[in-house]
């Protein structure tokens, strides 16, 4: 799988979320990709959840299969020899991620005047360019409001639009590449944090759900909006979530609870269709009455025997702990995870991607991620030709880290 975008060299100079994950997305797929630092690391080098000797955690995991580079970036040196690795020579090359502030000499004209097929994609917060971040854009979003069962917002854990937008910078650099590759023209494409969740709120409907309908979605606690779906506590204290949006699941629940004639009987009691995803909508809570004692006398053990093979669509609900020990996704008989030594760390389960290109052999793309500043001898001898000498010398300055 590491091959795929081989020929591909990319430099990423970033924080947090979103332009590390695409930086992460495109190095665990084949390319090249060179972050760069300040010398110390940016700031969310040291960023929770930490190891007990103080490495990141969080940092180690969204910079896996790059190289690091630490340069003092408030000096003019720095400065110029981070253009220099952003804009070096090669067909394949010329590519920058980021998402801090573009200007000056980190600039699209900057850059694009020292290699004019640049390509650079950059992640705003709003629109007109002033900041944003996932908790400030996703406040504003609607979804807060109607998670929950309503009186106060919920937020949740997820950076839903740090990861959305994260593939969006993936996606728009291979397609800005081959765009390239056609005309041999680059170009700075932009995407702001608050559109990707304006698009998204837009994408799943809710936006014309206001402006056809009049209708804001309301806070309905755990159930499925617009179908059946529920969860449900069991006899051990754990919880299940079962959905049945499709005719074929819903007889499937009811054959695998021994309930479908109690629940057949929903649909004239109540004038609902019970063929109909929107009459089980209205009905779930009558639905849902028959189906709690049923989950009540059972262990999330026996559910998950009286389900399994029955074409029931359920899930249990986990924390990360029970997700480690419980679920055999989340281990390495799922090829997607492998067990790899981290540096200052230790070993770690750790996710490749999650593409699957059949015919491609071994997986290659559990790579750890680097020491901060480990790849900045080389990148400055291989890349830009300096001798060593030149390159002890910025170190001696205080230039590379």
């Given at each position: 799988?590491?091959?795929?975008?081989?020929?591909?060299?990319?430099?990423?100079?970033s924080?947090?979320?979103?332009?590390?994950?695409?930086?992460?997305?495109?190095?665990?797929?084949g390319a090249?990709?060179?972050?760069?630092?300040?010398?110390?690391?940016?700031?969310?080098?040291?960023?929770?959840?930490?190891?007990?000797?103080?490495?990141?955690?969080y940092?180690?995991?969204?910079?896996?299969?790059?190289?690091?580079?630490?340069?003092?970036?408030?000096?003019?040196?720095?400065?110029?020899?981070?253009?220099?690795?952003?804009?070096?020579?090669?067909?394949?090359?010329?590519?920058?991620?980021?998402?801090?502030p573009?200007?000056?000499?980190?600039?699209?004209?900057?850059?694009?005047?020292?290699?004019?097929?640049?390509?650079?994609?950059?992640l705003?917060g709003?629109?007109?360019?002033?900041?944003?971040?996932?908790?400030?854009v996703?406040?504003?979003?609607?979804?807060?409001?109607?998670?929950?069962?309503?009186?106060?917002?919920?937020?949740?854990?997820?950076?839903?639009?740090?990861?959305?937008?994260?593939?969006?910078?993936?996606?728009?650099?291979?397609?800005?590449?081959?765009?390239?590759?056609?005309?041999?023209?680059?170009?700075?494409?932009?995407v702001a944090?608050?559109?990707?969740?304006?698009?998204?709120?837009?994408?799943?409907?809710?936006?014309?759900?206001?402006?056809?309908?009049?209708?804001?979605?309301?806070?309905?606690?755990?159930?499925?909006?617009?179908?059946?779906?529920?969860?449900?506590?069991?006899?051990?204290?754990?919880?299940?979530m079962?959905?049945?949006i499709?005719?074929?699941?819903?007889?499937?629940?009811?054959?695998?609870t021994?309930?479908?004639?109690?629940?057949?009987?929903?649909?004239?009691?109540?004038?609902?269709?019970?063929?109909?995803?929107?009459?089980?909508?209205?009905a779930?809570?009558a639905?849902?009455?028959?189906?709690?004692?049923?989950?009540?006398?059972?262990?999330?053990?026996?559910v998950?025997?009286?389900?399994?093979?029955?074409?029931?669509?359920?899930?249990p609900?986990?924390?990360?702990?029970?997700?480690?020990?419980?679920?055999?996704?989340?281990?390495?008989?799922?090829?997607?995870?492998?067990?790899?030594?981290?540096p200052?760390?230790?070993?770690l389960?750790?996710?490749?991607?999650?593409?699957?290109?059949?015919?491609?052999?071994?997986?290659?793309?559990?790579?750890?991620?680097?020491?901060?500043?480990?790849?900045?001898?080389?990148?400055?001898?291989?890349?830009?030709?300096?001798p060593?000498?030149?390159?002890?010398?910025?170190?001696?300055?205080?230039?590379?880290?």
């Amino acid at each position: 799988m590491s091959s795929l975008l081989s020929d591909l060299r990319i430099v990423e100079v970033s924080a947090f979320v979103a332009a590390p994950l695409g930086g992460m997305t495109l190095a665990q797929l084949g390319a090249e990709v060179i972050r760069i630092d300040p010398i110390g690391g940016n700031i969310d080098y040291r960023r929770w959840p930490l190891a007990p000797n103080g490495t990141s955690l969080y940092w180690t995991a969204l910079n896996k299969a790059k190289r690091s580079v630490t340069l003092a970036l408030d000096r003019p040196e720095g400065r110029e020899i981070a253009q220099a690795i952003i804009t070096a020579s090669g067909e394949d090359a010329g590519f920058l991620l980021t998402n801090l502030p573009a200007s000056g000499w980190m600039g699209y004209e900057a850059l694009s005047a020292r290699r004019d097929d640049l390509i650079m994609l950059r992640l705003t917060g709003n629109p007109d360019g002033s900041a944003a971040v996932d908790n400030t854009v996703n406040c504003a979003g609607g979804f807060p409001m109607a998670t929950g069962r309503g009186g106060e917002p919920v937020n949740h854990v997820l950076p839903a639009w740090d990861v959305a937008a994260g593939l969006y910078l993936a996606t728009g650099l291979l397609a800005a590449d081959r765009q390239r590759r056609r005309t041999g023209r680059g170009q700075e494409v932009t995407v702001a944090l608050a559109d990707v969740m304006l698009a998204t709120v837009g994408n799943l409907g809710y936006l014309a759900d206001v402006r056809v309908n009049g209708a804001v979605r309301p806070p309905i606690g755990n159930d499925l909006y617009g179908a059946y779906g529920r969860d449900f506590p069991t006899a051990d204290g754990r919880r299940a979530m079962v959905v049945a949006i499709s005719n074929r699941q819903w007889k499937a629940l009811g054959k695998a609870t021994g309930l479908a004639d109690r629940l057949a009987m929903i649909g004239p009691l109540m004038g609902v269709d019970m063929d109909d995803e929107g009459g089980r909508f209205q009905a779930r809570d009558a639905i849902s009455a028959v189906l709690a004692p049923w989950f009540a006398a059972r262990t999330l053990s026996e559910v998950e025997g009286a389900f399994a093979g029955s074409g029931v669509l359920w899930g249990p609900y986990r924390d990360f702990g029970q997700l480690v020990a419980e679920d055999a996704r989340c281990s390495t008989a799922n090829p997607l995870f492998r067990e790899i030594d981290q540096p200052g760390v230790g070993p770690l389960l750790v996710p490749g991607s999650p593409l699957g290109f059949p015919g491609m052999g071994e997986r290659t793309d559990h790579r750890p991620a680097p020491g901060l500043g480990q790849d900045t001898d080389a990148v400055l001898a291989d890349l830009l030709g300096l001798p060593s000498a030149e390159i002890g010398r910025l170190h001696d300055a205080g230039i590379a880290g």
